[in-house]
């Protein structure tokens, strides 16, 4: 392998240091001059009927600059398939909805004017279970509708499941559960909207799709009367992502409507308390599988039915069916697959992205019950799953073209790390068990939208340093860094030469947005096109180049470069021939020399890069990544068979990254991204009660604390994908996708009892004992 | 009816009219513009808030401004040297990768802080123990960790060298 100087090191995080400092500065540390403070009210039902609003006294109240409700402002819709007005007017259909908003001087004013601001309800019967919520005489959310089932028809196809059935000779069958996650994004999200004279409109935004969210306020400007008007989106420092800010929601268009009626900046910023209730959780699901094999322990069929509560509203959310089919599909060899969803409004919260988006709710059914059908072939599950391994070359019944993958060297690492064979032979230790499960994610890539691309400019100053402006987002992962060490390893040029901008999209090109765990390997991509271009500038005007100097005797010197482009190299920042490498030319000095001189040019260049994948057709069907990512995670835990409690003991993360750009991010990837799975598996969770949310605080929400830190092992797999920059695939998300079944069969293995509802506390535990004592 | 109170506020005396219903996050945050202590909860859950108050860490976010009336504060921005020169915390943050989205880390390197001023070789529970009250979501912690043991290793060996020179 050739040597590299910035590709595949442990590279710090470019903007640490002004976060270990405190200078980094996010939404929550930015004033606009003259700013206003914007605040909204939210219904008290989960479903009812508005009879009447009044604002009057809320507006008279000092230092109130605007109170609107429904009736004072354009119908503003927005949404997957826009079933909801921004301020809500007739009815409202959940917890969340948008009635009224207010624009004051001070925060604490606008809260004041809320209480001000006097709603009739006339309520409604709610339904807050899918189930429930399908039935012919439930109550209907929205009435235009003839039932409560959304009206996008999931259903992926493949083979022939119910032969495959009959003729396998095995099938294990069973329902699972998951319910209502969320982000926990320790920066709060929140927006500062400013229109200038002309009605251009700037916003400050902690989002993970600035190009989207363009075009989403473009479109809200046009139902505002000004389509013609600018839309500047501007990125402070984003405290965590997750998925959380891959969409625009109401509150950011209330901001705008403020600020257009104030004609003020104005700023809304959740609270902790408004991000529990009122960000888009993960989607709760009722799954219920099927899976054969024949004699030898081959997957003969996978069949899976789903119902997924959709809350009142349609965001991207009720889209995740899309990305379960890729495990329902696509992990291990399955000839025959049937995928079924619905997605069924409710008087609940609604969902949307968060890492993994569905990926983790399918794997945690199926690698649940892939163990169940170990066992009931009698097989090991470890030797079970590597004789259904995927393997490169493989087409999937979705029609993925699987280029590398690296999933048997990854269930070989756990095997190998956990000590397997000898766990599962030797004396038990009592309560103590072991357990695995593997995972399958875009890695290249997902043709999500029309385009799943992203542009780069790069351009080079005097002195050598390399300005790059990305379409891409950097929400913590580490997007700065990598795009950074690839374009320096592409230019010849040193990491720390290379400054990222990417915060701006009056200068940054456009990007579909931070998701699919696709930064990585698209914006990089993106960014080592348009570095291949500059570089190839920079050798074209260097070839022939002349330098000539005096020394300090007064001797005079001279160097000419080869006057073929093709014998240039750059290295460290100095212009060789690579057939003479005595023969060098400090880079600046060349660049300096590009403009210094009759008929100058400025050295830069734009590159967009677009990966030839392709949209699901209309059978769900297609091959949505350019390269997929693998990943086996393996975990040791000892069950307290008195309190339930489990503790993980030994936890083994081996992923297929193609390659690794950057070693300690990447393990920073995975480590997070486990901690996130384990809280999904063991501890966290939303808990609403008819509609509302009972714990929109971290104490009880219960994500995982630094006195539960997981020994993890984090083991990186390289197959060197072809596709990828450097060989990389994406990583993002894998992390978290496993972590809940492999515990799941970990539990399993310690106790004999299998816990099929997320998230696994104590007192599930218990209970699944002594109902296995009573057996 | 604003009290007058004066402290010390990363090495600087300071005099400061507030109002008693302040917290010390709405000092820092509000009155002195002072954004490097971060609000992440404003209920003491997430730690995110962390300062030293006469060299305990607290959430600034429930402490009572009046009552740092004769005390010293050390936030964030007081860590580094005038010069630029980090602290080994904040070397160490930096180096082991224990930063992502960054919100997290003013508060959890007050809290390492506080920790390592009082016990500079601590165990790594006793690190667990002591930043168990500042949430991350981005690391799982691991790094962090590792990081702060870094940092103890860094601080103990340079209090070993120190004698040596003076051989």
């Known amino acids: 392998m050739e040597t590299l100087s910035s590709v595949g090191k442990r590279i710090p995080k470019r903007d640490a240091v002004d976060k270990v400092t405190g200078r980094a500065a996010y939404i929550q540390d930015l004033k606009v001059p003259g700013m206003l403070y914007g605040k909204i009210l939210r219904s008290k039902y989960p479903h009812a009927r508005i009879v009447r609003i009044d604002t009057s006294k809320a507006k008279k109240l000092l230092g109130v600059r605007a109170v609107i409700t429904a009736e004072d402002v354009p119908q503003i819709r927005y949404g997957f398939i826009k079933d909801q007005p921004v301020l809500k007017s007739g009815k409202v259909r959940s917890y969340r909805d948008e009635l009224a908003a207010v624009a004051a001087i001070d925060p604490e004013i606008a ?22 919520a399908m039935k012919p005489d439930a109550p209907l959310i929205h009435e235009e509708n003839k039932g409560n089932i959304l009206k996008i028809p999931w259903k992926l196809v493949a083979g022939d499941v119910e032969e495959a059935r009959k003729n396998s000779a095995f099938v294990a069958e069973d329902r699972f559960e998951v319910t209502w996650v969320t982000h926990c994004c320790l920066g709060t999200e929140g927006i500062i909207a400013d229109f200038d004279l002309r009605n251009n409109l700037t916003t400050y935004r902690n989002t993970q799709i600035p190009s989207l969210a363009q075009r989403d306020y473009k479109d809200a400007l046009k139902v505002m009367g000004l389509p013609d008007a600018k839309v500047r989106i501007i990125k402070p420092t984003i405290g965590g992502g997750f998925g959380s800010k891959l969409d625009t929601y109401g509150f950011e268009y209330i901001a705008i409507l403020l600020a257009y009626v104030t004609r003020k900046p104005v700023k809304i910023q959740k609270t902790r308390e408004e991000e529990f209730r009122y960000t888009s ?46 495990p329902i599909s696509s992990l291990y060899k399955v000839p025959n697959v049937r995928y079924e ?168 090109p456009w990007d579909v947005g931070a998701h699919a765990s696709r930064t990585t390997f698209v914006a990089g991509n993106s960014a080592v096109l348009a570095a291949r271009r500059v570089k190839e500038r920079i050798l074209n005007i260097a070839a022939g180049f002349v330098d000539r100097w005096k020394d300090k005797q007064g001797n005079k010197h001279e160097i000419k470069l080869d006057t073929d482009p093709k014998n240039l190299t750059i290295k460290e920042r100095m212009v060789y021939s690579v057939k003479e490498p005595e023969k060098k030319i400090a880079l600046s000095k060349i660049l300096r020399g590009a403009h210094y001189e009759k008929d100058g040019t400025m050295i830069m260049a734009e590159a967009f890069y677009d990966p030839d994948n392709e949209n699901l057709d209309r059978e769900f069907k297609g091959n949505l990544s350019k390269a997929y990512a693998y990943g086996a995670h393996g975990v040791e835990i000892q069950v307290d068979k008195e309190t339930g409690k489990i503790k993980i003991l030994k936890y083994v993360a081996a992923h297929d990254v193609g390659r690794a750009i950057n070693p300690m991010l990447l393990e920073g990837q995975v480590y997070g991204g486990t901690a996130m799975g384990v809280g999904y598996a063991l501890t966290e969770r939303l808990i609403l009660e008819k509609g509302e949310v009972m714990n929109p605080n971290f104490r009880d929400y219960k994500m995982l604390t630094a006195k539960d830190v997981i020994p993890i092992e984090a083991v990186i797999i390289e197959t060197n994908d072809e596709a990828g920059p450097f060989g990389a695939k994406g990583i993002g998300e894998p992390g978290l996708v496993p972590s809940a079944p492999a515990i799941a069969n970990a539990l399993y293995d310690a106790i004999g009892v299998r816990i099929k509802e997320l998230p696994m506390t104590p007192e599930r535990v218990l209970k699944a004992i002594k109902e296995k004592e009573k057996k | 009816m604003k009290k007058e109170i004066s402290f010390v506020l990363n090495g600087n005396r300071m005099e400061m009219e507030v109002d008693p219903f302040w917290t010390l996050l709405e000092l820092l945050r509000e009155e002195l513009e002072m954004t490097g202590t971060k609000y992440g909860c404003g209920s003491g859950e997430c730690g995110a808030c962390t300062v030293l108050v006469n060299g305990k860490a607290v959430n600034a976010c429930l402490f009572p ?90 601080i103990t060996t340079k209090g070993e060298m120190r004698p040596r020179k003076a051989e």
């Open chain 1, 111 to 132: 809260e004041e004017a809320l209480h001000l601001i006097e709603v009739e309800y006339e309520a409604l019967p709610g339904v807050f279970d899918p189930i429930e």
């Open chain 1, 281 to 326: 959780t993960r989607q709760p699901a009722i799954v219920q599988i099927a899976q054969g094999c024949d004699k030898e322990g081959k997957l003969t069929f996978r069949d899976i039915s789903m119902i997924l509560d959709n809350g009142a509203y349609t965001s991207w959310g009720a889209t995740t069916p899309s990305v379960m089919m890729m």
């Open chain 1, 341 to 508: 969803a619905k997605c069924v409004y409710t008087n609940n919260t609604w969902s949307q992205a968060m890492r993994g988006y569905g990926n983790p709710q399918a794997t945690f059914a199926i690698e649940s019950n892939m163990e169940q059908l170990a066992e009931a072939s009698g097989i090991d599950p470890l030797e079970f799953r590597m004789r259904n391994a995927n393997e490169p070359g493989e087409v999937t019944p979705q029609r993925f073209k699987i280029t590398t993958c690296g999933l048997k060297e990854c269930i070989q690492e756990v095997s190998k790390r956990l000590d397997w064979a000898n766990k599962k032979k030797g004396p038990k230790v009592e309560g103590r068990g072991i357990g695995m499960a593997c995972l399958i994610h875009v890695g290249g890539g997902a043709r999500v939208y029309k385009s799943d691309g992203c542009g780069t400019i790069v351009k080079v100053d005097d002195f050598g340093a390399v300005d790059v402006f990305t379409g891409s987002t950097d929400m913590g992962q580490g997007a700065d860094t990598v795009i950074a060490q690839m374009v320096a390893e592409e230019m010849g040029v040193l990491c720390e030469d290379v400054n990222i901008l990417d915060r701006d999209t009056d200068v940054c």
């Open chain 2, 65 to 154: 401004a009046v009552e740092i009336d004769g005390a010293s504060v050390t936030t964030i921005e007081g860590l580094a040297k005038g010069s630029g020169e980090l602290h080994p915390l904040q070397t160490a943050f930096i180096e082991q990768g224990a930063v992502q989205c960054g919100y997290c880390t003013p508060g959890m390197i007050m809290s390492a802080k506080a920790l390592l001023d009082e016990n500079p070789n601590p165990t790594e529970d006793e690190i667990r123990h002591a930043l168990a009250g500042n949430f991350c979501r981005c690391t799982g912690y691991v790094q962090i960790i590792d990081a702060v043991k870094a940092a103890s290793h860094a």
